[in-house]
């Protein structure tokens, strides 16, 4: 049985940092496309950023250079470092796994999803 747990979220000031984890069990994230998606209330859910099996890296527009995907294929690991956090970034925040990353952004095509966990940036 496939179960991915993230941890991590908090409340935090503008401008600071958060960093996400993604524990995953019953999948080898070193064999799958791993990605992390957010919704904030009231929208639909949005791809954050995403890693392959061969490391290969993808940032949303709206992340790029604040955030950074990683993975430890030992622990079986996925994280989202934050940085400059905006209260724009306000959202739950999950992480998925699928066979490939073809297609990364398309939500409809990760087989796995985790719980979500919130993420609140006051300003």
């Known amino acids: 049985q496939v179960q991915l747990v993230e941890s991590g979220g908090d409340s935090v000031q503008s401008g600071g940092s958060l960093t996400l984890s993604c524990t995953a069990s019953g999948v080898r994230i070193s064999d799958y496309c791993t990605g992390w998606f957010r919704q904030a209330e009231g929208k639909e859910r949005e791809a954050v950023a995403s890693i392959d099996s061969g490391h290969e890296i993808s940032y949303a527009d709206s992340v790029k250079g604040r955030f950074t995907i990683s993975k430890d294929n030992t622990k079986n690991i996925l994280y989202l470092q934050m940085n400059g956090l905006q209260p724009e970034d306000t959202a739950m925040y999950y992480c998925?796994?699928?066979?490939?990353?073809?297609?990364?952004?398309?939500?409809?095509?990760?087989?796995?999803w985790g719980q979500g966990i919130q993420v609140t940036v006051s300003s």
């Open positions: 998925a796994s699928k066979t490939n990353c073809m297609g990364w952004p398309d939500e409809l095509r990760y087989s796995y």
